[in-house]
């Protein structure tokens, strides 16, 4: 359950696949320790289904680390309860260019696809890949679609796309193969605020679709 990654980090794994009571239990740790400001640790990174301890060698052993660790997970987890942060979202068009080959991938029209992706309340898994970037749990199958054969060279921030079963917004300019069906005219990470993304692990989030596009491009 604990394992060295490299000299100056462990992992504590909890399960091997994407599930809501697995992800709580990662929150809960991952809080108890940075909570605990245990000396030697630097920095605690959760994920899906796992945390990552970056320590200090010089200032604590691997050894007495995963001791310490090993109480954290005899303990009982505590409900986090995240926040409901609302994205709204600019659907079709210049904003989402590929929202009609998702619609016809799957049979839908492209009122179905805004409909059912602004339909469910997504879990924040994670962040990563980008700085910002939230993995969201529990798009509907029904607009599943497959990324890009060849990865676009500048997506821009706010961009909302599908991969496969997930979807998310890029929340920098950055490379990407999503399907983007839509943007955010909202900042969602400014690295000059304290907490710089605006969701956090454990948050949920809800999709709405807009159509002022003025205020949009005001926000731009």
């Known amino acids: 359950m604990i394992r060295a990654a490299g000299d100056s980090a462990l992992i504590i794994n909890l399960g091997n696949e994407i599930d809501e009571e697995i992800n ?3 929150l809960s740790i991952a809080k108890r320790i940075e909570e605990e400001k245990i000396e ?4 605690v990174v ?3 289904t796992s945390i990552c301890v970056y320590y ?14 090993k109480n954290y997970l005899r303990e009982k987890p ?16 210049k904003y989402g260019p590929d929202i009609e080959f998702v619609a016809n991938y799957n049979g839908l029209s492209v009122d179905d696809v805004i409909e059912i992706h602004t339909k469910p309340l997504y879990r924040v ?51 990407g ?10 900042r969602t990470f400014n690295p000059n605020k304290k907490t710089p993304s605006i969701v956090l692990p454990g948050d949920y989030v809800k999709f709405k ?12």
Do not use: C, H
């Open 125 to 175: 898994y994670m962040l990563g890949f980008l700085p910002g970037f939230a993995y969201l749990g529990g798009m509907d199958e029904r607009i599943a679609t497959p990324r890009l054969k060849t990865p676009r060279t500048r997506v821009l921030a706010g961009s909302v796309g599908i991969a496969g079963k997930q979807t998310g917004w890029y929340a920098i300019e950055s490379p």
């Open 209 to 220: 679709a807009i159509e002022d596009v003025k205020e949009y491009e005001e926000n731009d």
């Open 78 to 93: 505590k409900e986090i309860r995240g926040k409901i942060v609302e994205i709204p979202v600019i659907y079709g068009g």
């Open 56 to 69: 200090d060698p010089l200032i604590i052993s691997y050894e007495k680390l995963k001791f310490l660790l």
């Open 40 to 43: 030697g640790v630097r920095e």
């Open 177 to 186: 193969g999503w399907r983007i069906i839509g943007r955010t005219p909202i």
């Open 24 to 26: 709580k239990r990662v």
């Open 46 to 48: 959760p994920t899906y």
